[in-house]
């Protein structure tokens, strides 16, 4: 069974700094898909950052390029978002995803392609 688990988010201030996790308990990721994806309210759910592992390839969203960082550490199954100098813009709900068939990369970075989902974690920036 595939079980993303994310860590606690929480309240950071503007210029602060939040790290998350998303361990994947139970299976080994290499050959997946890595994504971080965002909800505000009101607001369609949208794409952070994505990170494939087992080729070494990144991506980011241009809202957060230059601030937030992907990572991952195979030997813990864990994929972390480094968040630096959030902004209140960058106040959702976070949720990571895993998908097998499609590669991190602008062209398929899109929810429906995703099919596995963690909870999800509020994350909230104060001006």
């Known amino acids: 069974e595939v079980q993303l688990v994310e860590s606690a988010g929480g309240l950071v201030q503007t210029g602060g700094s939040l790290r998350l996790s998303c361990a994947t308990p139970?299976?080994?990721?290499?050959?997946?898909?890595i994504g971080w994806f965002r909800q505000a309210p009101g607001k369609e759910r949208e794409g952070v950052s994505c990170?494939?592992?087992?080729?070494?390839?990144?991506y980011y969203a241009d809202s957060v390029t230059g601030r937030f960082t992907i990572s991952s550490d195979n030997a813990k199954n864990t994929v972390y978002l480094q968040m630096n100098s959030p902004q209140p813009g960058d106040t959702a709900v976070y949720y990571c995803?895993?998908?097998?068939?499609?590669?991190?990369?602008?062209?398929?970075?899109?929810?429906?392609?995703?099919?596995?989902w963690g909870q999800g974690t509020q994350v909230t920036v104060s001006s």
């Open positions: 139970g299976f080994a990721f290499d050959d997946w898909t």
């Open positions: 995803a895993a998908t097998s068939h499609a590669h991190c990369s602008g062209t398929y970075f899109y929810p429906w392609r995703y099919a596995y």
């Open positions: 990170i494939s592992s087992g080729v070494g390839v990144t």
